[in-house]
Every structure is written in C-alpha cells, then in structure tokens.
C-alpha cells in the first residue's frame, strides 16, 4: 500500500510523479529534516501527546537514516521518503505517529530556512575572508597612483588601494545585508502544521528552540506559504554578485593589451585552442554570466509568488532549487574571486604611465587659481580647458607647457594679467601632490585611506564575531537535541 495515497488514489504515474517530484532539489534538506522530525517528538512526549516508547521509537528509526539516502520519485520528496523509512524499520504503530501534529507544509519552510541558515554563514564567512584579501592587496598598494576614471575617461588621480577599497565597502554593505536578512530567516514555522496549527496542545517555542530557530513566524498561515525570507537573501546575492561581477568586469578590462594593468594568474586563466598566445581571463568571465543566473533565480522567485492565493500551493515547490542554485553560485563565486584576487599581478609602473598620459591633474589646477588668485571657480575652470586645448593640439602634457603660456590664458580669460609661480604650478600638477593633497575623509591620501583601511579590518573583526555567535548557537541547540535524544533513550532503557 502507497504510504501517502492509501485508499484515496490509485498509483501515481510514473511520469507525474518525476514532473512534480521535490527530490532533487530536496537532497541538501535530508538532515534539517532529520532533526526536524527528532525536535517533532521530543516536544509531543513531553506534551504527553506520545509515549516516550512512540517517540524513541520514531527517533531511533530517524538516527538510521543517512544523509545521502536514495528516494522515491513516487513518495513525492524527502518527508514522506523518511517516513516511508521510518514506518520500514519500526511498523506503523510507532512509525504512523511521525506525522502527528505536522505537515509538510511547516516542516519544508523550516527545513529550507535551516539550510539556508547555514549557507548564510558560510557566505559570510567567504565574504569576510575575500574582504581581508582585499585589504591586504590595499596595503601593498597605498602609494601606488592611477588614473581615477570616470566616465572611462581619465578624471583624477587616486591611488589603487583607494579603488580597491571601494569594492570592499560594497561587500561591507553586502555582507550587512545578509546578516540582517539571517534575523527573518532564523524563525520557526513548525507548528503552522499544514496551515491552521492543530487541535493538539503542542509546545511550538520548544521545537524553535530545540532546532536553533530565534522564534516565531507566528501566523500559521503566513508560516506556511511565505517565502520573501528566500526572497530577501537571493535579492541580496543578487546585489553581492553585482558587485563581484563590476569587480570582475574591471579585471578583464585591466587585463587587455590595450590596459595592461594586472596580468592574471595562470592558474585562473585559460588559453585558446586555437590561438597560442591567448591568455583569456575565464574565471572573471564567467563570474559576470552567472552573476546572471542568480538575477534569473530572483526573477523566478518573484514571479512564482506574486499571484499564489493563501496559503500553500505546491507552486512554492518549485521556488526551492532557485535558492540553492542562488546560494552555491554566489558561495563558489566569492571562494574563487578570492584565491583570483589574491594572485593578480597589478602593474604599479603602467598605472603611472597611464596617470601621466592624461590630464588628470587638471582640476588640482583650476583649485588651486583660485587658491593662489582668487578666481572664481567658473573662470579657472575656463582657464585650464584653454590650456588642456592648446597642450592637446600641440601633443604636450600640461606639465610641458611654458609657465608664460598660461600666464597668457590667464590674462585672456580675466582680463587681468597675475603670473602664478613656477613652485605652485610645479606642486599643482604634481600626482603624487594631488592624491595628497585630498585627505578629506573618504579621499584617496595615504593616511586618510591607512585611516580606512583600519578601520575595515575592525568591521571585519566585528562580523567574524558575528558569524561565530550564530554558529555557536547553532551548535548549541544541535548539543539540546542530542541531551533531549538521550533523555529519552534512558527513559526507555530503565
Ligand atoms: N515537497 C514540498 C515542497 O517542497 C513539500 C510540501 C508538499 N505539500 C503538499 N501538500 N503537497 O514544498
């Protein structure tokens, strides 16, 4: 007899039960549903809704099950393929009672927030891990000056440790997003049973507390149809892979003949079959391409929810697979930006050559005419275009043109004639004074981003304890059940 269809359908067919079957996706669910169904138990015999010898009974089946089981397409998914199991090892008087009092319905919102969970922190403690790489790479890069771009055109001189670090703070923000999305993952929907509760007196905060949960998703309803937690998370992947792929994008730019900046490492490069002297950097490539796989998940996700009548719909099925594919591209995407980005070459001397093949300096100039002169702004602005005009058409920098020349500029566009010294020309459009000279906070100066970069490690120090805290409290609650499964397993042997 079919454990789930009974005597109210015949057999399911085989090809409606592998188009609607979860069992795939449902694999990476195998444990939290294990430890569901155990904290299920604990909790109905100390309501005395079971007998100790039902629920050790239920829970020894349970403690056999591995974690790499084979399913049944035709048992639908993983709850009624450990059910089926359990019924297997300890008949139906025992087994039949695993159910009581859940559904599937709150134990698959569970389960999916308890892998998501721990893929959480395994994302963060990746991101934490990449953001000290990049910290490291600023070190190393403090004095090293380049074009600032903007537009794609030189704008301004800053340093490499300057744009690094700009990376890392949108990490940061990253990362602070999903630590505050883990507060709306981390509540229990156990008790929600299929939508309604149950008219059995069960202790819902004990399951939470025994499965790690922080509380409640109280409204059993909004417990067993909700999934914006999923939603939320991948929305912030999504942002987290925006950020690595504009990151990656910037990487293969550098890496081109015509930039020749970085030189990527072998070991993250690959070659043509065809053309020898190819050195392509694929893994950047591909971090950009499934930066839009994780957009397609969150698409999906969004689309699967916004026309779901209350309250399950077994459309959520199809919802799953998105947040683990979301998870594992993101997870293996910042591991291997990591050890990427940690063996990239950056060319220090071709940044230089770069900076000084522009006319970066430019505004420094115009700032400092009205510093020196007291120009308006507008008016030295116009001054140092003329004078980027005429170095542009006669091939000169503007550190090359005669000191006379834009003292003439000046007298043309003021009407007045006040000759600027060679020191302060020499010192506006000297790079390295430029970067200097901006040690505003957030600007590029060696000791405004030494300042930053002290502070990042402090970030970093205080999400790694934060990390640490969710994991051992997690391990705390797993250390509960254990003692409870033991509590019980002496119960029954005495
Ligand atoms: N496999 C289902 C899922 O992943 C579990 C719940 C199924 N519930 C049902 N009534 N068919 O969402």
């Known amino acids: 007899m079919d454990i789930l269809r009974g005597e109210r359908l015949s057999e399911f067919s085989a090809e409606a039960a592998s188009y609607t079957s979860s069992i795939d996706s449902d694999k990476l669910l195998v444990p939290s549903v294990i430890k569901i169904n155990k904290a299920h138990m604990i ?141 709306r993952v981390n509540i229990s929907p156990m008790g929600a049973c299929a939508l309604s509760t149950t008219g059995f007196k069960i202790d819902r905060e004990m399951v939470s507390e025994l499965l790690g949960f922080d509380g409640l998703v109280e409204n059993s309803m909004d417990a067993v149809s909700g999934r914006d937690f999923a939603i939320e998370v991948i929305s912030d992947l999504a942002m987290l892979m925006t950020d690595l792929s504009r990151f990656s994008e910037e990487l293969v730019l550098w890496n081109t003949h015509e930039f020749s900046i970085l030189e990527m490492p072998d070991e993250y490069a690959s070659t043509s079959s065809i053309m020898p002297q190819k050195k392509n950097p694929v893994v950047a490539e591909l971090i950009r391409a499934k930066t839009s796989s994780v957009y397609g998940s969150l698409l999906a996700s969004l689309s699967m929810m916004k026309a779901l009548p209350h309250s399950y719909n077994l459309d959520l099925q199809e919802l799953t697979p998105h947040i683990w594919d979301a998870c594992q591209i993101t997870l293996s995407t910042i591991n291997v930006f990591s050890n990427m980005l940690e063996k990239v070459k950056f060319d220090e001397e071709r940044l230089l050559e770069l900076v000084k093949m522009g006319m970066a300096s430019a505004t420094e100039l115009a700032d400092t005419l009205v510093r020196e002169k007291g120009i308006p702004f507008r008016a030295s602005h116009r001054i140092v275009g003329a004078l980027v005009k005429r170095a542009l058409s006669e091939g000169k920098g503007l550190d090359q043109l005669a000191k006379e020349e834009l003292d003439k500029i000046i007298k043309d566009v003021t009407g007045k004639s006040m000759g600027v010294s060679e020191e302060v020309l020499k010192k506006a459009l000297d790079l390295v004074e430029n970067v200097k000279a901006r040690s505003v906070k957030g600007g590029p100066s060696p000791e405004e981003v030494s300042r930053m970069l002290r502070a990042r490690r402090k970030v970093l120090r205080d999400h790694d304890d934060w990390i640490s805290k969710r994991r051992g409290s997690l391990l705390l609650s797993d250390d509960v059940l254990k003692k409870e499964v033991a509590g019980l397993k002496e119960v029954m042997e005495t």
């Open 43 to 183: 909790m109905l015999v100390k309501k005395k809704i079971l007998d100790v010898r039902e629920g050790y009974g239920c829970i020894k089946a349970l403690e056999e099950i591995p974690e790499d089981i084979a399913m049944d397409p035709k048992l639908e998914d993983v709850h009624m393929n450990i059910e089926a199991l359990v019924v297997e090892k300890v008949g139906e008087t025992i087994g039949g009672q695993l159910n009581l009092a859940k559904s599937r319905n709150d134990q698959v919102a569970a389960a999916i927030r308890m892998k998501l969970r721990e893929f959480l922190l395994d994302i963060l403690s990746a991101l934490t891990q990449l953001k000290g790489v990049i910290l490291e790479r600023c070190k190393e890069h403090i004095k090293t000056i380049m074009p600032g771009y903007t537009h794609l055109q030189h704008a301004q001189p800053v340093t490499l440790a300057h744009h690094l670090l700009a990376y890392c703070d949108a990490l940061v923000r990253d990362g602070e997003r999903l630590m505050e999305a883990y507060k």
